[in-house]
């Protein structure tokens, strides 16, 4: 499977973005998928995860009630809603997917990996 990222941008803090990754290939909607950030000098961390029915996530301590992660699988698309963003939050952002297993937080169990979008927040 190929991932794409995008909608990455500049954004003031508090503000929002929205995140979307394309999926190629026609068994998309068996993948569990995540979203990952690595800030500069930093190593990459996890953000969200999402079965492939959506009916199991994950999401960091960093990002919990201010991320929500979804999918349609109809569209092989998968999404990233970021509310109340913090600089903190700058980072180049990737989607991830692995062919098995449940939601993980470990970017060593996803198989496939798509170009990250930046997010730029100001304070």
């Known amino acids: 499977v190929q991932l794409q990222a995008s909608g990455g941008g500049l954004v003031q803090a508090g503000g929002s973005l929205r995140l979307s990754c394309a999926a190629s290939g026609r068994t998309f909607s068996s993948y569990t998928m995540g979203w990952f950030r690595q800030a500069p000098v930093k190593e990459r961390e996890d953000v969200a995860a999402?079965?492939?029915?959506?009916?199991?996530?994950y999401y960091a301590d960093s990002v919990k009630g201010r991320f929500t992660i979804s999918r349609d699988n109809a569209k092989n698309t998968m999404y990233l809603q970021m509310n109340s963003l913090k600089p903190e939050d700058t980072a180049v952002y990737y989607c991830s997917a692995r062919r098995y297993g449940s939601v993980s937080q470990r970017p060593g169990t996803y198989e496939y990996w798509g170009r990250g979008t930046l997010v730029t927040v100001s304070s």
């Open positions: 999402i079965a492939w029915s959506g009916d199991s996530t």
